[in-house]
């Protein structure tokens, strides 16, 4: 593990890194911020599409409340990079940038695009080896196509993730063209293998988190009605007696000016959880 | 004036704008945060080196609590766009992205890098006209190249500035390499034209602002002996009497993490100043 940059900031410390993966077999980039003091906990962060691991330390305006709460941070890059997979550079939302924190199955992804092995299995061993937190200290949360990872990853692993939120996650992904596109592209044709990726069913098909899911919607957000689908969260989480607080946020969009705005209270859900 | 994009965040609005300039002549790009509710004064904010309208507002976190104080923040562009004058995309510390916040008197330069003009006056009086702030509700701030703006337009202009603050400001432009070859390049090689832009040559000079200015330096910044000389100002102030608070602060650097730890104490004096 590398040390690419560090920067001081509220006391602690913003830095870059990169790690050979094993999940991926390409190498990977994180961004962290550690407080300081006694580090009580870790949030993962996993961001949308076309992102990398810095926006959401650039941008969030999530530094001060961590380090109020003794937090740490940890935000992985959205996909692997340096290779040259069939399709892999051509869309925003399929390939680089777009890992949907998936196992892929289909020629070429399968052997790299592993997101989801990455973040549930090397970077979840990783946060307790390298920055020694607690297995029972971590929890997660996301944006877009990171919130969807984030619902997805905390349903399928709630033992793992103590609490779990998210901004104006795809919550339907097989309903949803991104989804459909990329789980095409990732698991094939056969519909029925992209369920295990795809919040609203997993929850039809009994998976639970222990404590209430946090969800933020803008409702100007250009991707709410065809792509997020939020209601069909609450919908299921109705129906099938899954806790959750979804807030939607009128005139609030899909930018981190969106998430900045809310993220001091995502941030204290997580710390009232972890009990930092 | 030209709204180009609009976010909703802390319950007002980031905003991002265009206009054409009779001080450039050129189209100017601005930004700015407006907080719901009465706006009680406008915070000039001058970016560095490099930079745009666009860094300040992202990535300094600052939109919490101008929302808290009810101010606004407007951040000007650093220098004309879409011009191609001799040597002006060669480098980083010359020509776009650089202006320095001067009047140029050289040939090409002279017609459109006005920056001195266009912040004290064309923005001056926009921000009073399409943001009915009143003139005695205006102050100004900056980083780096922007810090020397802040302090240099602040001490030539006391009467316009209700307060004064900067980030890792250039503090003695004509005694640094930055200032040395941008000062060349727009202002010519006599030195003796270079001293009323340059903030510790203003202060022996005479200018005095009322108010005390706020610094903020990090002592791990690569620019801080060599470009910034933060103690050449804090010896001028002590020298002719101007009140400072100058803070030397271990371990940060040069970078928005810096900034976006310090810029609630800065929005603050602001505020105070500004009876906000």
Redesign the interface.
């Known amino acids: 593990m590398q040390n690419l940059k560090s ?5 602690g410390l ?1 830095q870059f890194w990169e790690h050979e993966s094993k999940s991926t077999k390409t190498k990977m980039k994180f961004s962290t911020f550690i407080p300081q003091g006694e580090v009580k906990g870790c949030l993962i962060w996993l961001s949308g599409l076309t992102c990398t691991d810095e926006n959401f330390i ?2 969030a ?1 999530a ?2 409340r961590l380090s109020e709460k003794g937090l740490m941070v940890i935000c992985p890059d959205t996909s692997p990079r340096g290779l040259n997979l069939p399709a892999e550079h051509e869309a925003d939302d399929f390939g680089s940038g777009a890992g949907f924190y998936l196992n892929a199955t289909t020629e070429g992804y399968k052997d790299h695009y592993r997101m989801f092995d990455y973040v549930t299995e090397e970077l979840y061993a990783l946060i307790q080896k390298e920055f020694k937190i607690a297995a029972n200290k971590i929890s997660i949360s996301g944006h877009s196509m990171g919130g969807h990872g984030a619902l997805v990853l905390g349903l399928t692993q709630p033992e793992k993730f103590r609490s779990v939120s998210a901004f104006s996650p795809i919550v339907h992904p097989t309903q949803a063209p991104w989804g459909q596109k990329a789980f095409t592209g990732y698991l094939g044709s056969d519909a029925a293998a992209w369920k295990k990726y795809d919040a609203v069913e997993l929850l039809l098909a009994g998976k639970r988190h222990p404590n209430a899911l946090l969800v933020d919607q ?1 409702l ?1 957000d250009p991707f709410f009605e065809k792509q997020l689908m939020t209601g069909h969260l609450t919908e299921a989480c109705q129906q099938v007696g899954q806790k959750a607080q979804v807030h939607l946020r009128e ?3 899909h ?4 998430i ?2 809310f993220i001091d209270a995502h941030i204290d859900f997580h710390a009232q959880a972890l009990n930092a």
């Open positions: 920067h001081k900031s509220f006391e913003t650039t941008k305006g530094q001060k803008g100007k005139g609030y969009d930018s981190y000016y969106f900045s705005t």
